[in-house]
């Protein structure tokens, strides 16, 4: 059976280089460079890289980086733009919910939902998690945003999606307090012009129980800011304004 997400991303890859959402790369890359100490010496993995506009635009900066991503037609377009910018990224097609790598990066970056919080299952999600730590050296940082739960127990969901400017629609959004996961009917028209409708299931974290997941997984230490896009900083204190809210994890060394 074909998952939400893969039916989605299956030929979505123009269509979501042109969601507004995606229009911030290099304000939020700015801040990987601040995390990383702009150090061009440490390996830097991009878990659910999409198009790999973030791993495209640190390899412009001088960074390597290792971009993996469930959907082939997203990483085929991610070659296609590294080539055009004349940058090397390794690409590979991973489920991140699976081993991948042990102890070969001091950074992973995981961004607008990539494998994180998409997952149909909290195990699922936990999995993604506990391979991304696994992934890291000791002393390595988790960057990663999320869907904040604050959001939708202060905000109307079907008011936001109605006022979002993307290229697809999402209609009767319902979100179930028993487990904080938001169902809607997706509508979108992919990059050979048909128009499908799928029924997405995601999931939103509040600021404890995402710290509690990423310290049982092997992180010591967790900020939590609210995501701005095109602009992450810690200087954004998390508020129930913030549709998405942004992580540091370190590794326990």
């Known amino acids: 059976m074909t998952r939400w997400y893969e039916a989605l991303f299956a030929n979505y890859a123009r269509t979501y280089d042109r969601e507004p959402f995606t ?23 991009d878990i659910g890289c999409g198009t790999g506009r973030h791993a495209i635009e640190l390899a412009r900066r001088g960074y390597a980086v290792t971009g993996i991503d469930l959907s082939a037609a997203q990483l085929a377009r991610a070659r296609v733009k590294a080539a055009d910018a004349g940058v090397h990224v390794t690409f590979e097609q991973r489920d991140a919910t699976q081993a991948h790598f042990v102890d070969a990066f001091d950074l992973a970056i995981m961004f607008c939902e990539g494998a994180f919080s998409l997952m149909e299952t909290d195990a699922l999600n936990h999995a993604v998690l506990a391979h991304a730590a696994t992934a890291l050296r000791p002393g390595g940082k988790l960057l990663l945003t999320t869907l904040n739960a604050l959001f939708p127990l202060t905000h109307s969901v079907k008011d936001f999606y109605a006022s979002a400017a993307t290229q697809s629609t999402a209609a009767a959004p319902t979100f179930d307090l028993l487990t904080f996961r938001e169902r809607t009917q997706l509508t979108f028209t992919d990059d050979a012009g048909a128009t499908h409708t799928i029924d997405t299931n995601e999931r939103y974290y509040t600021p404890p129980e995402l710290r509690g997941l990423l310290e049982g997984v092997g992180f010591a230490h967790v900020d939590i800011f609210g995501a701005h896009l095109g602009d992450f900083s810690r200087a954004h204190a998390l508020t129930p304004d913030d549709f998405e809210m942004l992580a540091v994890a370190v590794k326990a060394t």
């Open 23 to 45: 229009q911030g790369t290099p304000g939020e890359v700015d801040f990987v460079e601040r995390e990383i100490g702009s150090d061009r010496t440490r390996p830097i993995l």
